[in-house]
Structures are given as structure tokens and as C-alpha cells.
């Protein structure tokens, strides 16, 4: 298991072990603070003739709550979540086959969106798919005082004003999706933007660190 602290003022305490699951191509536990998503990766594997897509991968994302059935909040994420992947997963060099991304929540303290995400890359990452970039996930708020804090935990989430998820690329910083609740000028959205985009290096540093020790462990 492999930790790693950001500012305070940015971001919680993550960490991230790998291939905990030995039935899926690749897997992966993220937790950020004390939300804990469990990722699991199947695929390039045989689709459904009713799925198939001639020239490209098929790719399916779900999303399980901790408990009961997924709602409309779940599939939502889902979505978001499948958009991020099909911006950078290479899925035309597995055409007629499916990809799946399984998401269990362990534990929703704040910030599930960007640590099903985060959970998401690592997964990808360990079943060793071809990817343009890596991504990264990572929410912000808005407080009442006007200010811009990362990483929220849930009761920050619903104090604040307005709630923000961008899933962002390693090579350029590019946005791939946002998510936003609440009320804010567009001034606001493009420093919240900014910000996230400078703060998802702590991230990526954290995947390249966790990636070297998995191999040099594997390497002893």
C-alpha cells in the first residue's frame, strides 16, 4: 500500500492498492480521506452480437453503491465516468470486444465522483490497457465565504454554495468532463478550473510513484 499526503488546504490523505481482485484483468482499491472505491476491470473480452461495434472497443461502466440498488445518482456518474474512459482508452485497437469498468463504493465520505474516477485509471492502468493519456479526477467547492477548497468531505459539499468534479488528462491538463452544482459566476468556474488543473499533478505524481513501487516490488 503506497500513501501519500497532499497540502492540507488541497487535498486529503490518499492511497491505492493494486490488483487485489484476482478474477478481473485488473483492479485496483483508491481511497482519498475516508472514501474508498474498489475498481475492477474486464476486457478486451467476446461482446454481445447486440453490442458489438464493428471498428471499436464497447464500453461499459457500473457503478454499485455501497448498499441497495444503483439510482438515478449512480447512473449519472456512470455516464460521466464512461465519458472520461472512452476519451482515453485506445478502443479501436480492440474492435468487436467489451471493456468493462465495475465500481464498487466501500465507503462515500466526500468527493465519490473523482475517486471513482481516480479508482477507475489505476484499474486501467493495472489490467495494462492502451490509453492515450491517464486522467485524473478532482472536486472543489465553493464555500459561503466565497473561497475554493478541494478534496470536499460530504458536510462540505452541502454547505457549500457549489460543488465542482473535473476529470482531467495527464499530457495537456485538458478537460475531458465537469460536473457543477450550485450557483457561480463563470469568473468562478475558470479559477475553480485553473486551480484543479495545477492541484491534478499531486495526483498524477501520486500514480507515478504507486506504479514504480507496484513494479519494483514485483521486480525484488
Not at 484476482?22 to 478486451?44: E, H, K, M, N, W
Not at 465520505?109 to 490509453?131: F, H
Request: charged letters at 20%; a negative charge; one cysteine or more.
Amino acid at each position: 500500500m503506497e500513501e501519500a499526503g497532499g497540502e492540507t488546504q488541497l487535498l486529503r490523505p490518499f492511497c491505492c492498492e493494486h490488483s487485489l481482485l484476482s478474477r478481473p484483468d485488473g483492479s485496483a482499491c483508491f481511497t482519498q480521506g475516508d472514501t474508498t472505491v474498489l475498481a475492477a476491470v474486464y476486457g478486451p473480452a467476446e461482446v454481445k452480437v447486440s453490442k458489438e461495434i464493428f471498428d471499436k472497443a464497447t464500453l461499459d461502466v457500473l457503478l454499485k453503491p455501497k448498499v441497495g440498488l444503483p439510482s438515478v445518482a449512480e447512473k449519472s456518474k456512470e455516464q460521466m465516468i464512461r465519458n472520461t474512459c472512452e476519451a482515453t482508452i485506445l478502443t479501436a485497437l480492440h474492435p468487436r470486444s467489451s471493456i468493462t469498468v465495475v465500481l464498487q463504493v466501500i465507503h462515500d465520505a466526500g468527493s465519490l465522483l473523482s475517486c471513482c474516477l481516480n479508482a477507475a485509471c489505476m484499474a486501467l492502468m493495472d489490467a495494462g490497457l492502451p490509453m492515450k493519456s491517464v486522467f485524473c479526477g478532482i472536486t472543489c467547492v465553493i464555500d459561503s465565504g466565497g473561497d475554493i477548497l478541494f478534496d470536499p468531505t460530504t458536510k462540505m459539499e452541502k454547505e457549500a454554495a457549489a460543488v465542482f468534479t473535473f476529470s482531467i488528462n495527464s499530457v495537456e491538463k485538458q478537460l475531458l468532463m465537469s460536473s457543477t452544482k450550485g450557483s457561480y459566476s463563470v469568473e468562478e468556474l475558470q479559477q475553480c478550473v485553473a486551480m484543479c488543473q495545477k492541484a491534478a499533478e499531486k495526483i498524477f505524481q501520486f500514480y507515478r510513484d504507486s506504479v514504480s513501487r507496484k513494479y519494483s516490488k514485483l521486480s525484488e
